[in-house]
């Protein structure tokens, strides 16, 4: 009898525990939590459109490299705090994120698209209509069988005739030293490191050419990165038409911050253009518009470079292809972006503190604006108004700038809540 029980028993628990092992995280019940990190789902409760993402518009965009961490939840859109996980609204830029590698300690990113997707649908409109003659049509199909692309297939290697008339500043004037390295660096390849495209297939050629027509962003944060020095956010990844990288918060929501912050942020700016000016790649930077969204600030408050778009490149060391006769080699990947007559300035006319006056005359006027003693603003305001004047001899301009880091110096003190430089400021000399 008492086997008979136990036999029972014993056979009732294994169909109990087969029975519970049907329900999702019961795991997680058994230990008190529900976080769908503790186990596997056996069917998450949201649902990725290809066109959320622009996957649906492939190889029309900027690549694949991340996706499988948005499949895995290992990117996070903020709204999926909440039990029931809903994609964000699809006519955003810019998405708060967080993003992991052990699902276990997660860090905020940045997910952010290259254009509206307003913009994007009127330029997948126009491709249609320009090259197809139709209202729509493959994206993908229509931009393969163009005369540039044809000659993408061909090449071996990136040269100057093949991104002109492209609309990005960074392609303006470019050097064969700077395109190599642009294909020695792209990151949406699995083998980058040489300068020729041998190891990028035919889909891979076409998404740098669309990345490079649309918005050079992302392929400015993969040349220069970050871990080089370099005053860029990390690029983490792209999926479709999003990217992924490290998140931060726009200078100007810093414009109302303590005096001493306010010095120490605009000291860092000034050294930021100072590099893009003289570097020891012999790289010279400029921006051809910048507002207070341009920058970002790391939570440490490092200060870097948010928005490279508008970031044009000048190679001090091997001189430029020059294209003044851009305008005869446009085509629709010139017009993908920005309108097709737009007129775009010369090499030879860019000033080499062209961005030390936008930043004088635009960004720093806000952030230092009455914010110290009178004396001390007063010397500001001064330095600055020099500074910003794109009529005086560029040595003016550089000197004002210099005279305005000199005044600031003394402002910002060494403190733990500049996480970005504390404690190697205590024993600095300089400091």
Request: aromatic share 12%; hydrophobic share 40%.
């Amino acid at each position: 009898m008492k086997s008979y029980l136990y036999c029972h028993y014993s056979n009732f628990v294994v169909w109990l525990l087969s029975f519970l092992c049907f329900i999702p995280n019961f795991s997680g019940i058994l230990e008190g939590k529900t976080s769908p990190t503790s186990s596997p789902r056996v069917k998450p409760s949201y649902s990725f459109g290809r066109a959320f993402l622009g996957l649906d518009k492939c190889n029309a965009c900027i690549g694949t490299s991340i996706c499988k961490k948005f499949f895995k939840e290992e990117i996070r859109f903020d709204s999926w705090l909440s039990s029931h996980l809903k994609l964000p609204l699809n006519y955003l830029t810019c998405y708060s994120g967080n993003y992991t590698d052990d699902t276990k300690s997660w860090r905020p990113v940045e997910i952010s698209r290259l254009m509206t997707k307003y913009q994007h649908d009127q330029s997948d409109k126009r491709i249609c209509t320009s090259l197809t003659f139709a209202k729509s049509c493959s994206i993908e199909r229509a931009l393969w069988k163009t005369e540039r692309f044809q000659k993408w297939l061909k090449a071996k290697r990136l040269t100057p005739v093949l991104v002109q008339g492209l609309p990005s500043p960074l392609l303006r004037c470019p050097s064969q030293r700077l395109l190599d390295r642009i294909v020695r660096r792209y990151a949406e390849v699995p083998d980058a490191g040489s300068i020729f495209m041998d190891h990028f297939s035919d889909r891979d050629k076409l998404r740098l050419l669309y990345t490079l027509s649309v918005n050079a962003h992302p392929i400015i944060l993969q040349i220069f990165p970050e871990a080089e020095g370099w005053p860029f956010p990390k690029y983490l990844g792209s999926c479709g038409r999003l990217i992924v990288s490290t998140s931060t918060r726009p200078l100007k929501e810093c414009y109302s911050v303590s005096p001493d912050m306010a010095a120490d942020l605009a000291l860092q700016l000034l050294a930021i253009i100072s590099s893009m000016m003289n570097n020891d790649l012999n790289y010279f930077f400029y921006f051809t518009y910048v507002d207070a969204n341009t920058f970002g600030v790391f939570n440490n408050g490092y200060l870097f470079v948010r928005d490279a778009s508008r970031l044009g490149i000048i190679d001090m060391q091997e001189g430029t292809s020059l294209m003044e006769d851009q305008q005869e080699h446009y085509d629709i990947f010139s017009c993908l972006a920005v309108d097709c007559q737009s007129v775009f300035p010369s090499c030879n006319s860019i000033k080499h503190t062209q961005s030390l006056i936008m930043v004088c005359e635009k960004i720093l006027p806000e952030l230092l604006k009455e914010k110290f003693l009178p004396y001390v603003q007063e010397e500001i305001d001064s330095a600055l108004a020099i500074c910003a004047d794109s009529f005086l001899a560029q040595q003016k301009v550089i000197s004002a700038a210099q005279k305005l880091a000199e005044i600031l110096k003394p402002l910002r003190p060494c403190h733990s809540h500049f996480a970005y430089r504390y404690p190697d400021c205590k024993y600095d000399a300089k400091w």
